[in-house]
């Protein structure tokens, strides 16, 4: 069983009366997923914190069982894992940066009269879209190399 809508081909923006802006359409859909798969995550995990963290205070204080107590301490220490390892809060925002970013660059390319969509305009326009690509990833690998975990452990 398949969810959500069928994704289509990744070349299938070759044979599109505008190719360029196929692609950066396709480009714009992942972001669009990406942002809200993250977004997702975060909100899971920051709950779940919450959840399993308050649960434990209470659960000590109400003299539970010790093995009650260290499970939703676990609970809580996995879903700390979790926020650190895929840094969900940082992908949700540099991926909805990038998104608006392109989601700019769609809607100015669009606003052109057909006449002046030309070569010029979408070297310009795909130029736009690698540009917030590239600044993506740099921004997630610095993230990854440690630069941004003072950011998340400060969460």
Excluded: C, K, N
Excluded at 16 to 45: C, I, K, N, Q, T
Excluded at 71 to 97: D, K, M, N, P, Y
């Amino acid at each position: 069983m398949q969810r959500g809508p069928r994704r289509p081909d990744p070349a299938s923006w070759l044979d599109a009366p505008d190719p360029v802006l196929a692609h950066v359409m396709a480009e714009l859909d992942w972001y669009e997923r990406s942002r809200d798969r993250s977004r997702r995550l975060y909100r899971v995990v920051e709950i779940g914190l919450v959840v399993t963290t308050s649960a434990t205070v209470v659960a000590g204080a109400l003299s539970a069982p010790a093995v009650a107590t260290s499970l939703l301490a676990a609970a809580s220490l996995l879903l700390t894992g979790l926020r650190q390892v895929f840094g969900s809060g940082e992908r949700w925002t540099s991926t909805a940066v990038a998104w608006m970013e392109l989601r700019q660059a769609v809607v100015r390319y669009r606003l052109l009269p057909e006449a002046e969509r030309d070569g010029a305009a979408r070297e310009a326009l795909l130029a736009r879209m690698e540009e917030i690509a590239l600044a993506e990833v740099r921004a997630w690998a610095e993230f990854r190399r440690g630069e941004g975990a003072a950011e998340v452990s400060a969460r």
